[in-house]
């Protein structure tokens, strides 16, 4: 019995026609020759599309009307690797492609139904075959993690690297990373490399590419094209913007937050449009000043994660914030409620942390909206305790550059004069 | 040289018309007789209103064009208060009107400029006249707290209030509460007084009721309506809905959030629409469902805060964590990223707090989606340390419904089965 799971319509009729099934090995000719075996599909499949698994693991989605020829090869066959590839054209600007990990670089595990790593980056290049003709890619995988697995050290990682290329001859760099803390290492990049020449784009996909929803090809299209055009430099976060096909929000890498956990436009620039959208191949552009305050490229890339993220709530035990004080902590980041405030119950505490020389920055868990300590007395109270108002900066965003902050300074005073400067658009008027 | 900050056009001429200015004592007579001071007017004053003060320290905002007879005073005359009393009219229905403190009892210290609570429900009630029009509102004052301020103990006074009204004969119940936290608030009485058999309205103001564009007549305009012409039972927030100034928003309690520090419109019911909008005094129901999802009314009002929100971050310190199991913490609500992740740097003190007994759930500081744990291996990996997803349960609700279920269980299984259990709409399809 032939399996067809999930094909429908042209793309059924098309399998059948062929005489080929889900399992079946074949070699299919579009532009380029791609040898696999034909995949089930899942989720909202369309008619007009046939998944296979390369060799190389990864899954490719190819349009029915764009196949030029189909082989159907005997099951047992070792199918050899024949990767595609692509001519350079030298007319053409250069683009680093740098794989990290995430679902961008991700297949569908058909045994479990998991999604796991493991596409590099150069076959990452490959199966978008609209990237050739914008850039010649070079491409290199730094190291393969889930984006919740990304720690800090993978951000001095992914920073040294980016150091070596400060002076290369790309027109920009594109960074295929999870989606989960993509706008974390973003900030991180923003501040360690401020001033950084060319422009950074970081990509991640929310579904995984061989979804017929995916939006990995989308993505890398138009965040290598923003790379192409664009006069800017700075740290983008370049996803999907809307419901539709055609639109990839470019976002401030130090402004941006994942908003959904699953919806294909779940990132969303905090309190104004994205500094441009790339629609059916224009660029629209919102950004209205430089991103790096600061002109010139000199990278500080030390951190300390001795930082809490303290989340203010009705019931939040002093006696926690007392372990944070003892365990050595050297700055505190609060999201406090509405304007930035947080409960009298804490004022003991807080006050013995700012007598211990600890930074204290407030943010907002509102998320939106600009922190305001001098409209309620309480507010007052705590600009007495020492509590420094962090604007409108987004509580992920202060936690890492409060890291940050710590690594390159000398003592307290420095922590905060850097933590109220605007490195790289992390505060906005 | 008399001062006439902050009016213009047809209200400057109304001052000068009559000879007063700010500072100036008066008794205006509109449908009620205010004796008190005239105020400078702030932000975008509009050219309609007068401010004065009354003897209160309440502020109150009248319509110049309602004003029927405006009398100067001699400015060293103790003005006598005249609380403006309203007639009952027996043929409306009647609403109680709790004040716990907040901007909507609030008035702005108009030297040091920043806002104080001071009013009661009393005055609050007189001071808009157009709700005695509207249904009869007996008023009692609990506490006047700003609510960063507000604890569980205070939830507790509340409900243990509530509690008495259960089957009184009024319409419904409003309680003006600070808007930092009357989400949570609204969380627990939803979980603690489920089934409740008339309609609570949380209402607060984002502006003081003293300012030209505070919201807080609106509100409570819009939520006596609410709460005498709504079929429903269901514990309401009940907030300015976007700029205009005719639209009120009625959330469900346990899926509403602050989601701006300062805007008028800042709460929103997350992942849908609000479930009703008064607009132009008429109610628009989106409310598909019924919101307790238990009918019948047991209170259990017993709460435990040994309940820790942890928001999961690269860089986050395992240690952190085991000093939250050795402080005794019975359950850990963890914002984890995307759809439901922690680093798996954290793994193995999380496999100790799950061995310990320790309730652990995953929710997303995405805020906004379901989180969603079979989707990535890593997540497989978390299912099997023992992290229950909480679906689409927003973070602060889940903490709320966490400290709630541990009260109100024997053990650990019981706090499972509460947490799954859709109680008041906390989770959604």
């Not at 800017?232 to 941006?256: K, L, P, Q, W």
């Not at 990278?299 to 006696?319: E, F, I, S, W």
Request: hydrophobic share 35%; charged share 25%.
């Amino acid at each position: 019995m032939p399996e067809y799971t999930g094909y429908v319509g042209k793309s059924l009729e098309f399998l059948k026609t062929n005489n080929v099934a889900v399992g079946s090995s074949v070699k299919i000719q579009t532009d380029l020759i791609y040898p696999g075996i034909i995949m089930p599909r899942y989720e909202h499949a369309d008619e007009n599309h046939v998944v296979i698994k390369l060799n190389s693991g990864y899954n490719v989605g190819l349009e029915i009307d764009q196949i030029k020829k189909i082989e159907k090869l005997p099951t047992n066959e070792k199918i050899i690797e024949e990767q595609p590839r692509l001519e350079k054209n030298s007319s053409l600007p250069k683009i680093l492609l740098l794989s990290t990990g995430g679902t961008i670089a991700s297949k569908v595990d058909y045994r479990t139904g998991a999604v796991t790593p493991i596409l590099t980056a150069d076959e990452l290049n490959s199966s978008v075959p609209e990237l050739a003709k914008m850039a010649n890619i070079d491409t290199e995988m730094l190291f393969a993690e889930y984006s919740e697995n990304i720690t800090p050290d993978h951000w001095l990682q992914i920073s040294k690297k980016l150091e070596e290329f400060s002076s290369s001859d790309y027109k920009g760099i594109i960074i295929a990373h999870g989606t989960d803390t993509m706008h974390y290492t973003s900030s991180f990049l923003s501040f360690a490399l401020a001033g950084y020449p060319i422009p950074i784009a970081i990509v991640g996909s929310q579904r995984s590419s061989d979804r017929a929803s995916s939006d990995a090809a989308i993505n890398l299209i138009g965040a290598t094209q923003f790379l192409v055009e664009s006069k800017t430099n700075g740290v983008f976060v370049i996803m999907h913007h809307d419901e539709s096909d055609e639109t990839v929000a470019c976002h401030f890498g130090t402004r941006v937050r994942k908003n959904h956990t699953s919806k294909r436009n779940a990132f969303q620039t905090i309190g104004d449009d994205p500094a441009y959208i790339i629609i059916n191949d224009k660029i629209l552009q919102n950004q209205k000043d430089e991103y790096f305050k600061k002109k010139e490229f000199k990278p500080k890339t030390n951190l300390d994660t001795k930082v809490a993220l303290v989340k203010y709530h009705p019931g939040y035990d002093p006696n926690l914030l007392e372990k944070i004080i003892e365990m050595g902590y050297r700055a505190i980041i609060f999201e406090g409620t509405g304007l930035g405030h947080i409960g009298n119950t804490i004022y003991d505490v807080v006050k013995k942390a700012n007598e211990k020389g600890i930074f204290l920055g407030m943010t907002s868990q509102c998320i939106d909206g600009r922190v305001r300590m001098t409209v309620y007395e309480s507010g007052r109270d705590l600009l007495d305790l020492g509590i420094i108002p962090l604007e409108n900066m987004i509580p992920e965003v202060a936690l890492v550059k409060a890291m940050w902050a710590l690594g390159n300074s000398k003592d307290i005073e420095g922590v905060k004069e850097l933590m109220l400067e605007n490195i790289a658009s992390e505060m906005s008027h």
